[in-house]
């Protein structure tokens, strides 16, 4: 399976990055599994409050929502930029 749902309530960031990471939608979500704080690029809504997401374009970016909240926008986007390339490859 290449594709995972999560919901709505698990989304805590919608963006978009910006240069020099060029433009690039992007979920933070918290994974509902191991509470892991992750960024998705490749996801679309398919329900009124579930979102599908390609395992490819997935990518932590730590452990707890108190580190989450700990990390600067410029870090955010930059793991959401490399989780898009490594769903590229």
Request: net charge positive; aromatic share 14%.
């Amino acid at each position: 399976m290449d594709y995972f749902k999560i919901k709505e309530d698990n989304i805590i960031l919608h963006g978009s990055t910006h240069e020099p990471y060029g433009r690039h939608k992007f979920i933070v979500y918290i994974n509902p599994k191991d509470k892991n704080v992750h960024v998705n690029t490749e996801y679309c809504k398919i329900e009124k409050d579930i979102y599908k997401c390609c395992i490819y374009y997935d990518r932590k970016l730590c452990n707890t929502i108190t580190e989450y909240k700990q990390l600067t926008i410029e870090v955010i986007e930059r793991q959401a930029y490399n989780s898009w390339m490594d769903g590229a490859r």
